[in-house]
């Protein structure tokens, strides 16, 4: 499945998570900086939050 990540695209296996979209875009430790992550409609996101093909996702 594919997702963006600060529309940086990302391919991914089904059922992976928040955390792993991070890890793959190499932005999990913007996380540690105090930094947050928010789905396409401005709404904050867990990083366990599940993920579906085509998401986008921002970390700000």
Known sequence: MKVYVN???V???PGMT????LTAA???NE???GK???D??????????A???GLRINVR
């Open 7 to 9: 529309d940086q695209e």
């Open 36 to 38: 947050k992550v928010y």
């Open 18 to 21: 928040v955390r792993h979209a």
């Open 40 to 49: 396409e409609m401005g709404n904050e996101i867990g990083l366990g939050g």
């Open 31 to 33: 996380i540690d900086k």
């Open 51 to 53: 993920l579906t093909d």
């Open 11 to 13: 391919d991914l296996a």
């Open 26 to 28: 190499g932005l999990i």
